[in-house]
C-alpha cells in the first residue's frame, strides 16, 4: 500500500456505542435542585410579598399591612390602622413596636414620630374614626425577624405577631 491509498480510505469508523448519561449520586440530588430555583421564581416563592392581620377588642379594630418577605437594603412599609369602635372618644391609642423587631433594620422610619422606644401615640380618636401609624423598613439583616405590634388604650389592648423574612 502506498501512502496514497491510507488517505483515500480515511479513518476507521468509531465502534457503536449506546448513548446513557452517567451521572454521581450528588449530580442526581443536585440536579432537580438546580432546576428548581427558576421553577420556583417563576412561581414567586422568592418575591416580596406583603400581608394583613387584623384583630377587635372591645375599643379597637386594628389591622396591620407588613412585609411578609422582601430582599436586604430595600425598603417596604409597615401600616397600622387603628379605628376607634367605642363609643366614646379615645384621649390616647399607644402603638407599641417589640424592639426586637425593629432593631433588625436599618433607617427606620416613623409617621407619626414616636415619643419614646419604638411607641407612636393616636391622640383623640372619635368613634367611628381611624388613625395610622406608618413604619418604613429597611433590609439590614437578612433572615426571618419575628416581632410584635401591641396597640393599648384605656386597659383594652390587642397584641398581633409580626414574621419577616429578608432575602440576602
Same mark, same amino acid.
Given at each position: 500500500?502506498?501512502?496514497?491509498?491510507?488517505?483515500?480510505?480515511?479513518?476507521?469508523?468509531?465502534?457503536? +456505542?449506546?448513548?446513557?448519561?452517567?451521572?454521581?449520586?450528588?449530580?442526581?440530588?443536585?440536579?432537580?435542585?438546580?432546576?428548581? +430555583?427558576?421553577?420556583?421564581?417563576?412561581?414567586?416563592?422568592?418575591?416580596?410579598?406583603?400581608?394583613?392581620?387584623?384583630?377587635?377588642?372591645?375599643?379597637?379594630?386594628?389591622?396591620?399591612?407588613?412585609?411578609?418577605?422582601?430582599?436586604?437594603?430595600? +425598603?417596604?412599609?409597615?401600616?397600622?390602622?387603628?379605628?376607634?369602635?367605642?363609643?366614646?372618644?379615645?384621649?390616647?391609642?399607644?402603638?407599641?413596636?417589640?424592639?426586637?423587631?425593629?432593631?433588625?433594620?436599618?433607617? +427606620?422610619?416613623?409617621?407619626?414620630?414616636?415619643?419614646?422606644?419604638?411607641?407612636?401615640?393616636?391622640?383623640?380618636?372619635?368613634?367611628?374614626?381611624?388613625?395610622?401609624?406608618?413604619?418604613?423598613?429597611?433590609?439590614?439583616?437578612?433572615?426571618?425577624?419575628?416581632?410584635?405590634?401591641?396597640?393599648?388604650?384605656?386597659?383594652?389592648?390587642?397584641?398581633?405577631?409580626?414574621?419577616?423574612?429578608?432575602?440576602?
Amino acid at each position: 500500500m502506498t501512502g496514497n491509498e491510507d488517505r483515500a480510505s480515511g479513518p476507521s469508523q468509531a465502534p457503536p +456505542v449506546s448513548p446513557h448519561v452517567s451521572l454521581s449520586l450528588r449530580q442526581w440530588i443536585g440536579l432537580p435542585l438546580i432546576a428548581a +430555583v427558576p421553577i420556583l421564581t417563576i412561581l414567586g416563592v422568592f418575591g416580596e410579598r406583603a400581608t394583613q392581620v387584623s384583630a377587635r377588642s372591645t375599643a379597637l379594630d386594628v389591622h396591620v399591612t407588613y412585609p411578609v418577605r422582601f430582599r436586604y437594603r430595600q +425598603v417596604q412599609s409597615l401600616r397600622v390602622s387603628v379605628r376607634n369602635v367605642s363609643p366614646d372618644t379615645l384621649d390616647s391609642v399607644s402603638v407599641s413596636f417589640d424592639t426586637a423587631y425593629i432593631q433588625r433594620f436599618s433607617s +427606620v422610619r416613623f409617621d407619626p414620630m414616636i415619643f419614646s422606644a419604638y411607641v407612636a401615640r393616636i391622640s383623640k380618636l372619635a368613634p367611628g374614626s381611624t388613625g395610622s401609624v406608618f413604619v418604613e423598613l429597611w433590609g439590614e439583616q437578612y433572615g426571618r425577624h419575628p416581632g410584635r405590634v401591641t396597640i393599648t388604650t384605656r386597659g383594652d389592648s390587642v397584641d398581633i405577631p409580626l414574621s419577616t423574612f429578608v432575602f440576602p
